[in-house]
């Protein structure tokens, strides 16, 4: 589970982490939205050559299944055992014609945790391999030494100590644990729910079917035209869909993404669909009522700009890049204070805040809650860990690039974390990308420890190493925001600007990163993705280097 701000107290709190028949209209200001000024140099055109290609639904399902009917003879061709077979998740398709497929992997018909892998093949030869593990994948035996019942009785005394009142399992099943070390026979309990602070519970505890001894666990909900008159970006153009005399907040154009109200309920439901007589939502300003519309316009707002980010800067479709919107929810629980991102309902849900008049609604909210569902669609970063802090980071990069793609004059882009919502109470921020300690918890350099701190404050070490890269080091204002980026090594770097520094990312999540990737791993995935996009003698591969030396990762 990937909510907006960590769940536990502390002194500063931290960012977590996510159509009815008829005529399309679209009217109202467009001041702010991404069609009235898309940046010139975030187009698809500006995307560099060796970027992935665009592909239509029908070209990508075809190379899905290609890949599918071939598994078996890749399976034989990369080395794997006779008893291991590969599952085709996700395919990219590069320029070049390099095709990148990301596969999960099973054991004896078990799945395998931390067993996945990418394959870049070119004119039908392998490049190369991408593993999340490089252990060879082999048990003893498929046979549990301890039985179903002890495993969920570990997992739901997990689950209570998160607030969860579950007195079974929602599922249990065996897998092949290959995340850490040795691969071994698990037996894999979810325990549904909800948390003590209303977020819903997804606990997945992974259980070592030997011994008994719990190897692992982590949450799996993922801690987001009319007028609309938002509370936190002005007066924005929303694109909404008319039935007869009733216009919904359904955006056809965006895979018919929806904006549904859970009016202070936790229901796992879709709630109401968010209608009106007219095609104006919201007032601009903050209501604790159950019927207030503009938390909705603000949510609708970050989900459309969410889906032309992706689009424009990267030609993808989407979060499972499918065309396929999710929906939204706003109103959720009384008095929530975070936002989370469920890759079970493939939706956003946002709560009210303090009050109920403080939603979390804002675009880099959005933006960071969403791309917790490209980043589960893609590489999949295990949320714990090293893995975590880059999963939290990957949401905080892209929710950053949302806000500039935006351009929105009342929601200036920046390299601030959550400075929109206050949840600290004092008008400062959650995270600081350019000096990440500023929270008072994040790390701005990487150390052996680094992977023992909350993911919120791990992802320091990443949210450093993007702002370096695109913006270098030293003190400047961007935007009228003051920032001072200091590095480990006392080093001066000038940075290759946002818009590369996102592609380089991008590229390394969808193709290099792995389940398993941590920070070392991160730097050889981002070099590599450097080097496919602009040649490893580049000033931009010299500049992913330098950076990753200066937040100390070599």
């Known amino acids: 589970m990937s909510p907006f701000y960590a769940r536990h107290k502390r002194t500063t709190l931290a960012i977590a982490t996510g159509g009815a028949a008829g005529a399309l209209l679209t009217t109202g200001m467009t001041a702010g939205s991404a069609a009235a000024q898309t940046p010139a140099d975030l187009t698809a055109a500006a995307r560099p050559a060796g970027a992935p290609a665009a592909l239509s639904a029908a070209t990508r399902v075809s190379l899905i299944q290609k890949a599918q009917a071939d598994v078996a003879e890749t399976a034989q061709n990369i080395g794997l055992g006779t008893k291991e077979a590969l599952v085709v998740k996700d395919v990219v398709k590069d320029a070049d014609g390099t095709v990148h497929t990301r596969y999960e992997r099973t054991y004896a018909g078990l799945p395998v945790l931390g067993g996945d892998l990418v394959v870049a093949t070119q004119a039908g030869e392998t490049k190369s391999v991408s593993k999340a593990t490089k252990a060879t994948i082999k048990v003893a035996s498929l046979k549990p030494q301890i039985t179903t019942a002890k495993a969920e009785k570990q997992a739901l005394t997990a689950a209570k100590a998160a607030g969860s009142d579950k007195t079974a399992a929602d599922k249990t099943r065996k897998v092949i644990w290959a995340a850490d070390g040795t691969p071994v026979l698990a037996i894999e309990t979810v325990v549904g729910g909800l948390q003590d602070d209303g977020t819903p519970n997804e606990l997945h505890v992974i259980t070592d079917a030997a011994t008994g001894k719990k190897l692992y666990e982590y949450q799996g909900i993922e801690n987001a035209t009319g007028t609309g008159k938002t509370l936190y970006s002005g007066d924005v153009s929303l694109t909404t869909t008319l039935s007869g005399s009733t216009y919904s907040l359904t955006d056809a154009s965006r895979g018919s993404h929806k904006t549904y109200n859970l009016k202070h309920t936790t229901s796992s439901g879709t709630g109401t669909l968010f209608t009106n007589t007219t095609n104006s939502w919201g007032t601009g300003a903050a209501s604790s009522s159950t019927t207030d519309v503009t938390a909705a316009a603000d949510a609708a707002y970050g989900a459309q700009e969410t889906w032309d980010f992706y689009k424009d800067t990267f030609g993808r479709s989407g979060i499972k890049d499918d065309g396929v919107g999710a929906y939204s929810r706003v109103h959720y629980g009384s008095s929530y204070v975070n936002a989370f991102w469920d890759d079970d309902c493939f939706c956003m849900t946002y709560g009210d805040g303090d009050g109920n008049t403080h939603p979390l609604t804002s675009l880099d909210v959005a933006?960071?809650?969403?791309?917790?569902?490209?980043?589960?669609?893609?590489?999949?970063?295990?949320?714990?860990?090293?893995?975590?802090?880059?999963?939290?980071?990957?949401?905080?990069?892209?929710?950053?690039?949302?806000?500039?793609?935006?351009?929105?004059?009342?929601?200036?882009?920046?390299?601030?974390?959550?400075?929109?919502?206050?949840?600290?109470?004092?008008?400062?921020?959650?995270?600081?990308?350019?000096?990440?300690?500023?929270?008072?918890?994040?790390?701005?350099?990487?150390?052996?420890?680094?992977?023992?701190?909350?993911?919120?404050?791990?992802?320091?070490?990443?949210?450093?190493?993007?702002?370096?890269?695109?913006?270098?080091?030293?003190?400047?204002?961007?935007?009228?925001?003051?920032?001072?980026?200091?590095?480990?090594?006392?080093?001066?770097?000038?940075?290759?600007?946002?818009?590369?520094?996102?592609?380089?990312?991008?590229?390394?999540?969808?193709?290099?990163?792995?389940?398993?990737?941590?920070?070392?791993?991160?730097?050889?995935?981002?070099?590599?993705?450097?080097?496919?996009?602009?040649?490893?003698?580049?000033?931009?591969?010299?500049?992913?280097?330098?950076?990753?030396?200066?937040?100390?990762?070599?």
């Open 367 to 554: 933006g960071h809650e969403m791309s917790h569902g490209v980043t589960a669609n893609t590489a999949g970063l295990n949320y714990s860990g090293e893995s975590g802090g880059l999963n939290e980071a990957t949401s905080d990069i892209f929710g950053t690039g949302v806000e500039f793609y935006a351009a929105n004059s009342k929601d200036v882009g920046d390299y601030l974390i959550g400075e929109k919502i206050d949840i600290n109470g004092d008008g400062t921020p959650l995270r600081y990308m350019d000096q990440p300690s500023k929270d008072g918890g994040s790390a701005n350099y990487w150390s052996s420890s680094v992977g023992n701190l909350d993911v919120h404050y791990s992802s320091g070490v990443a949210n450093h190493f993007f702002y370096l890269l695109s913006e270098g080091s030293g003190s400047k204002t961007i935007n009228g925001v003051a920032y001072n980026s200091p590095t480990y090594n006392s080093s001066t770097l000038t940075g290759i600007g946002r818009d590369k520094a996102l592609q380089i990312w991008y590229k390394a999540l969808t193709e290099y990163f792995t389940s398993t990737t941590k920070y070392a791993g991160a730097r050889t995935g981002t070099l590599s993705a450097a080097a496919d996009l602009y040649g490893s003698s580049s000033t931009e591969y010299a500049a992913v280097k330098a950076a990753w030396t200066a937040v100390n990762v070599s």
